[in-house]
């Protein structure tokens, strides 16, 4: 057996509150709409990944998900740009990521992020 794909699954009352942080601001793609469920994602090849975590590194807390993209100061200031209170960084860290955590429009600790 080879997993496939791994999908992060947040409830919400609200669904369509997603569509602007993580479609407009972030910029990706709807894949699918049900109503009742609404999935983003990228048109590319990604890793199957799942961590487990008894901290976020440099004493965060641990964020839900984590979010790599090519340009972490770009991300930074659409993020910013859009409204959107930044929790920690951007910073250097020692094990060679930049990146900075931001809580989405659900609460959800985001951790974008770039290797350096």
């Known amino acids: 057996m080879i997993v496939k794909r791994i999908v992060t699954n947040f409830y919400s009352n609200n669904i369509s509150e997603a569509k602007y942080f993580y479609e407009e601001v972030l910029g990706l793609e709807l894949l699918m709409d049900l109503g009742w469920i609404a999935t983003y994602g990228a048109d590319q090849e990604m890793r199957v ?3 487990f975590a008894s901290q976020g590194g440099s004493e965060t807390p641990v964020p839900d998900i984590s979010i790599e993209v090519d340009d972490v100061e770009a991300a930074y200031e659409r993020i ?9 960084g951007p910073v250097n860290e020692p094990w ?3 990146r900075f955590f931001v ?6 600790l985001v ?3 770039a290797h350096l």
């Open 103 to 108: 809580r989405d429009p659900f609460g959800k």
């Open 49 to 51: 990944q799942i961590s």
């Open 80 to 88: 910013k740009n859009a409204g959107f209170q930044i929790e920690y």
């Open 111 to 113: 951790n974008i992020l």
């Open 96 to 98: 060679g990521v930049r």
